[in-house]
T-cell receptor, first 114, second 112 residues
Framework: EAQVTQNPRYLITVTGKKLTVTCSQN?????MSWYRQDPGLGLRQIYY???????DKGDVPEGYKVSRKEKRNFPLILESPSPNQTSLYFC?????????????FGPGTRLTVL | AQTVTQSQPEMSVQEAETVTLSCTYD???????LFWYKQPPSRQMILVIR??????QNATENRFSVNFQKAAKSFSLKISDSQLGDAAMYFC?????????FGTGTSLTVIP
């Protein structure tokens, strides 16, 4: 079954404690991306990757890091989480490197930073 | 940053009736895709419909159709014969310069 998986699905943590949210896909898609969703703001892109070892900033990259060492995985790293990073996070993939085609989403990760 | 505007934060529709959700966007490109996504209470993002801007014909997927007005940069979603399962948040989205932009969403309530 073609899918995008994220782990963990729910996470409560404290300010400053480093965390990683994993994202993995089995669709052999070139493009991967991270979004955060906040009430009234829709989804906003944090980082995206058009290929292995190629990553670029989206609209809200501050406080986040990513890496793309292999095609199927695209982890999101919060080195020092703060309460304003409390949000719902989505990983997504797209078949074209440009990301201009349909985005296929993971189930989401609900993060709470105390 | 590119803008996608959904001017209706909330809408409601009677079961079996038709409802139209509006979306406007801003792009200088001539060839692009436009998308509507549905987010039910489960929070999963589900593709509803996709429109290719170079195609004159409006996209249709079963009870869902779009009214695409390229010159006006308008991309509305029409849901016919509304069902209780259509209750969700709906997002309009489009890609530009390797990024993906979403509107702020319209919350649709279906009244039995």
């Amino acid at each position: 079954e073609a899918q995008v998986t994220q782990n963990p699905r729910y996470l409560i943590t404290v300010t400053g404690k480093k965390l990683t949210v994993t994202c993995s896909q089995n669709m052999n898609h070139e493009y991967m991306s991270w979004y955060r969703q906040d009430p009234g703001l829709g989804l906003r892109q944090i980082y995206y990757s058009m290929n292995v070892e190629v990553t670029d900033k989206g609209d809200v990259p501050e406080g986040y890091k990513v890496s793309r060492k292999e095609k199927r995985n695209f982890p999101l790293i919060l080195e020092s989480p703060s309460p304003n990073q409390t949000s719902l996070y989505f990983c997504a993939t797209s078949p074209l490197p440009s990301g201009t085609d349909t985005q296929y989403f993971g189930p989401g990760t609900r993060l709470t930073v105390l | 940053a590119q803008t996608v505007t959904q001017s209706q934060p909330e809408m409601s529709v009677q079961e079996a009736e038709t409802v139209t959700l509006s979306c406007t966007y801003d792009t200088s490109e001539s060839d692009y895709y436009l998308f509507w996504y549905k987010q039910p209470p489960s929070r999963q993002m589900i593709l509803v419909i996709r429109q290719e801007a170079y195609k004159q014909q409006n996209a249709t997927e079963n009870r869902f159709s779009v009214n695409f007005q390229k010159a006006a940069k308008s991309f509305s979603l029409k849901i016919s014969d509304s069902q209780l399962g259509d209750a969700a948040m709906y997002f309009c989205a489009y890609p530009y310069s390797n990024q993906f932009y979403f509107g702020t969403g319209t919350s649709l309530t279906v009244i039995p």
